[in-house]
């Protein structure tokens, strides 16, 4: 049973013996996540402080310019994931490939697989706005005592067996899932712990927000400029109010506690949107169906797509599953 002032550690540790076959390595996992996304936020919180703003003169496989902050949350995570030796591979959306983790005896014998968005929304950094990591966790599918092959990473969003984001905001939180419903904590930066501080989070099952960069209205489908009308017409209890932070983690935080939509459509500019499947597309929509919400591509499950390529994009309509519903049906 979850406690009042409950901390993760203590949350992690009940919660794994509910699993009858758990051998800890999932635990570990989450451990390892939580750790190292407190020294990202050590960094990120600084950010303004010392000089480690701007562009770091890279460009990563999608033809974005990466910020300092990303090569060095990346580099972080992936170095705390093998340094503990707890998964078999790793995919980030900053590498251009997947990372083989060898065992201690390099044997290969870790059952769990990583993908990961180690800071999105990274264009916000330099002005001070909320940024998050993403994270998803499969189990591989290639026998155990072998390296990882790319099917290891290509799995559906339906096979997570966790996955999570944490949000550096106005406090720092990690929210994840089991699978088992979807738990929030909160860090008190003053001792370094995470507090469970949104016990069993919950999507309301309809609600007043819309999210989409409306920017980017004239190159919108049809069904999506419909959809935005509709949201913008006096009637019933709408006009909703529009909210876009541009921080897809962010976005959806909210979201998930007020209620509300989040959009990032196809358009005659991007085909398949700008989103990827694998490293925040999916993770979102498994926390958000936990949540009670739904997550698509306005026409489909987000979790049911089999995925052919590491870096795949894909259309996503996800928030308040009645909302998500009204949305699919503009897009008929
Ligand atoms: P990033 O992974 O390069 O940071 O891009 C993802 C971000 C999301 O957090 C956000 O929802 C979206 O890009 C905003 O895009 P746009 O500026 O096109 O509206
Ligand atoms: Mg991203």
Known sequence: MTQPHQTLGEFIIEHQRAFKYSTGELSRLINSIRLAAKVVNHEVNKAGLVDILGQHGETNIQGE????????????FIETLINREIVCGIASEEEDSFITVQGHNKAHDNKYV????????????????????????????????????????????????????IIYGTSTMLVYTTGHGVNGFTLNPAIGTYYLSNPNLKFPETGQIYSINEGNYVHFPQGVKDYIKYCQEEKDNRP???????SLVSDIHRNMIKGGI??????????????RLLYE??????????AGGKASDGYRRILDIQPTELHQRVPFFCGSKTMVEKAEEFMK
Request: proline share 6%; net charge positive.
């Open 65 to 76: 310019d990466q910020q300092k902050l990303d090569v060095y949350a990346n580099k972080l």
């Open 114 to 165: 990583v993908l990961m968005d180690p800071l999105d929304g990274s264009s916000n950094i330099d002005v001070n706005v909320s940024v998050g990591t993403i994270f998803s966790v499969y189990r591989r599918i290639t026998p155990i005592g072998q390296p990882v092959e790319m099917k290891d990473f290509l799995q559906p969003g339906n096979q997570q067996v966790a996955a999570g984001y």
């Open 240 to 246: 909703y109010t529009s909210r876009y932070i541009g």
């Open 262 to 275: 989040y959009i990032y459509p196809k358009s005659s500019k991007v085909a398949n949107g700008k989103l």
């Open 281 to 290: 597309c999916n993770p979102m929509a498994f926390i958000v169906e936990q």
